[in-house]
């Protein structure tokens, strides 16, 4: 592949000023919560790490409410405009909350000091220091002139209550761990660093060096990575759950929605089922984080819940509410900001990139859609690992397994990083790229079932179906990809058809078909699947197709697309009634489909529905058949077309009255399927043939052995007779 990516500087995180309000309780993290409570207990170092916006200050906050019943919080809160200050807050454990770390006011902060609180402290001094600048580079200066020189003199003046004015002359430059050590060895100290992902590893040395020389100190520190320092517990936030525990609680997400949604002076909810649906959908769309949720749902009480869920479905960085007390979190796409402007420029590259990889993917995969421009292939995995490590990835396979890893980009960061990759001019590339690795996902999996390996094949296919999916929806928007999003298609033709999803892939089939009317075999056999996929929901629309898809057959010399043809209009004569012209196009097909042709089902499916068509009129007929079925090349390896057969020989047997043997080879065929992977057609009627033989009834000729796809079958527009074009 050609070194075709261009190469784009990075961005600065935006920033936002104003005074806002400071949101409710937290939501949906008891059992967080009480976890944090214990790893504090027995560990001197422990971090909260997480994604941007998942709410690590706010519950580090709370953890720290109930150290002493009468703690002095000491609070460096950040920067407005070149402040920082120290704020103290009495009785925190009699009031059982701290005040949210969340930033600051704009360009004021108080220092005041609650007297005798110090003095009469029975429980440990907890210092929160929280880095001013919300996710400025170190030593920028983009904090203001008064920003402290260092995380360590930040906390320095905290322990020395320094602040303002006072800061230049008394903080002193040359401070260091050491000093700092001094101040707080006499005193029984819980220090919160908060936010310190911009001074990172300014924060491991502090926090080593302090812990080594202040036995009596504790240290909490909330960022998007761990420290990595001996010792270190970790407490891993994650999102909040969209999905309902249990049929008598909401999902914790849902109840932070309607908790911030009631709190908004003003704001009425209609609790009817469509609402609800509604909220649901918003807090699925957001991935439960719950910055996201809570600007979702301040936008919504000042317009609907539906709006909202319905531009939710589509992007999220437009996310927003200028009251929010942290500057950071007023805008979804600053948040996501924050984090974005720390990265280095090759995982700002592979973050942008890999935003356009839909649900899981693996190494492998981002490697060959984001190397290029400069990027060699080598370097994407390390990327992956760094992206993960501050949240914007998610790990959804142990990257320490066996397996090669698997990751998941967190909604907002995908949304974040398409928007820079459509500034870089690189989205069109990008989705070529995508275009080429899940056609050779499709390929493969398409060997894996003509070979016999079909349940590596539907595990290969649910594994990307995500993938698989965004690349088939998008490649009509790019006409040049529309032959290989076909050709994927039609290689995916035991996943329409067998597993349950016709209606999806006879969507895709009439979108792609008019764009391939050069290609007589793609348009051949994509419209004898379309027909295939249609037969029974609709008769007619599916005749249609097939008279457009024989000539182009023909005209190709597909023998195998030929026979299937015939197969389908098999199907439709079963379908109609008409027995006699069934057998004759069953018994055709079976004998035109060439036996191990790969892009569609095998002569052995066409016999077993030529046995069930003749188990009323020829039993003995319908016997050999079914024999024929099941003694065709390479049907061993057809765990499917196998079922199949065998539904087909159980029901025969019925029909000629052998009970018992019917039942037993129904069973059988159920007992060899593996449980893990969905269920093939031809369980149900395996399980309805079961029913009937303990009632001793017959419910008739069954429709199982082929897919159930949607109605009201549309031809392309430019079809036009014989082939289209």
């Not at 199907?571 to 009634?577: E, K, V």
């Not at 024999?627 to 087909?648: E, F, K, N, T, Y």
Request: charged share 20%; with cysteine; proline share 6%.
């Amino acid at each position: 592949m050609a070194d075709v990516w261009t190469r784009k500087g990075g961005d600065s995180a935006p920033s936002a000023e104003g005074r806002g309000h400071v949101p409710g309780p937290l939501v949906g993290r008891e059992v967080e919560s009480q976890a944090l409570r214990t790893l504090m207990e027995n560990h001197r170092l422990v971090t909260v790490a997480g994604e941007v916006g998942v709410g690590k200050s706010r519950l580090a906050a709370e953890a720290v409410a109930g150290v002493g019943a009468r703690a002095s919080v000491e609070r460096v809160l950040g920067v407005g405009e070149g402040r920082v200050g120290v704020e103290a807050v009495a009785d925190v454990g009699a009031r059982g909350a701290v005040e949210r770390v969340l930033g600051v006011g704009k360009g004021r902060l108080a220092s005041d000091a609650v007297a005798g609180v110090g003095a009469q402290a029975a429980g440990p001094r907890v210092m929160v220091v929280r880095w001013p600048g919300g996710g400025q580079d170190a030593g920028s200066g983009g904090a203001g002139p008064e920003a402290p020189a260092s995380l360590t003199a930040a906390v320095l003046e905290a322990a020395g209550g320094i602040h303002g004015r006072r800061r230049a002359s008394a903080a002193g430059a040359g401070a260091g761990a050491g000093a700092l050590a001094e101040r707080l060895r006499a005193a029984d100290v819980l220090l919160l660093l908060d936010d310190v992902d911009p001074v990172h590893a300014e924060c491991v040395g502090m926090v080593q060096t302090l812990l080594e020389f202040v036995p009596s100190l504790r240290v909490l520190v909330t960022a998007r990575r761990p420290l990595g320092l001996g010792g270190e517990a970790v407490l891993r936030l994650a999102p909040l759950s969209a999905e309902p525990a249990d049929d008598d609680r909401a999902a914790p997400a849902v109840e932070l929605f309607l908790e911030r949604f009631l709190a908004r002076a003003g704001a009425a909810f209609d609790s009817g089922d469509a609402e609800l649906n509604s909220v649901a959908d918003i807090c699925r769309y957001v991935g439960g984080l719950p910055l996201a949720v809570e600007l979702a749902a301040e936008q919504a009480a000042s317009s609907s819940v539906g709006e909202v869920a319905a531009r939710l479905e589509e992007h999220q960085c437009w996310l927003s509410a200028p009251d929010m007390a942290a500057p950071r979190h007023r805008s979804l796409r600053d948040a996501v900001a924050a984090a974005y402007v720390l990265c280095d420029r090759d995982e700002r590259i592979v973050w942008a990139r890999a935003s356009i990889l839909a649900g899981d993917f693996d190494e492998s995969t981002a490697a060959f859609v984001c190397a290029g421009g400069g990027l060699a292939p080598a370097r994407v995995p390390a990327c992956l690992t760094r992206l993960a490590a501050i949240g914007v990835l998610t790990p959804v396979r142990d990257p320490g397994g066996i397996r090669e890893p698997r990751y998941r980009m967190a909604p907002a960061a995908r949304d974040f990083g398409g928007e820079r990759l459509r500034e870089a001019r690189e989205f069109e590339v990008a989705a070529e790229r995508r275009a080429i690795h899940f056609h050779r996902v499709a390929a493969l999996a398409e060997n894996l079932w003509s070979l016999g390996s079909q349940p590596q094949a539907v595990r290969l296919v649910l594994d990307e179906a995500e993938g698989l999916r965004a690349m088939l929806e998008y490649a009509p928007r790019q006409p040049e990809l529309a032959a290989a999003a076909l050709e994927s298609v039609l290689n995916l033709w035991f996943w329409w058809a067998v597993y349950d999803a016709a209606d999806e892939g006879r969507r895709h089939l009439l979108r792609l078909l008019p764009m391939c009317r050069s290609d007589t075999l793609l348009i051949a056999r994509g419209l004898c699947l379309a027909a295939w996929l249609t037969a029974y929901d609709d008769p007619c629309g599916a005749n249609e197709l097939l008279q457009h898809a024989w000539p182009a057959a023909v005209l190709a010399g597909d023998d195998a697309t030929i026979g299937r043809i015939a197969h389908v209009q098999g199907m439709l004569a079963l379908h109609g009634g008409d027995l006699e012209r069934a057998a004759e196009q069953f018994q055709e097909a079976a004998g035109t489909i060439p036996p191990h042709a790969p892009g569609g089902l095998p002569p052995a499916v066409s016999l077993a529905a030529l046995a069930v068509t003749q188990a009323d009129r020829s039993p003995r007929a319908a016997r050999r058949s079914a024999r024929r079925a099941l003694s065709q090349p390479g049907i061993s390896g057809d765990a499917w077309a196998c079922l199949v057969a065998r539904h087909a020989q159980a029901f025969v047997d019925h029909s000629d009255g052998r009970t018992g043997r019917a039942r037993q080879r129904a069973h059988r065929a159920l007992a060899a399927l593996d449980g893990r992977l969905p269920a093939p057609h031809g369980c149900a009627a395996l399980r309805d043939l079961i029913t009937d033989i303990d009632r001793g009834s017959r419910s008739g000729l069954p429709t199982v052995p082929v897919p159930r796809g949607c109605t009201a079958v549309a031809l392309p527009a430019q079809a036009g007779s014989g082939i289209l074009g």
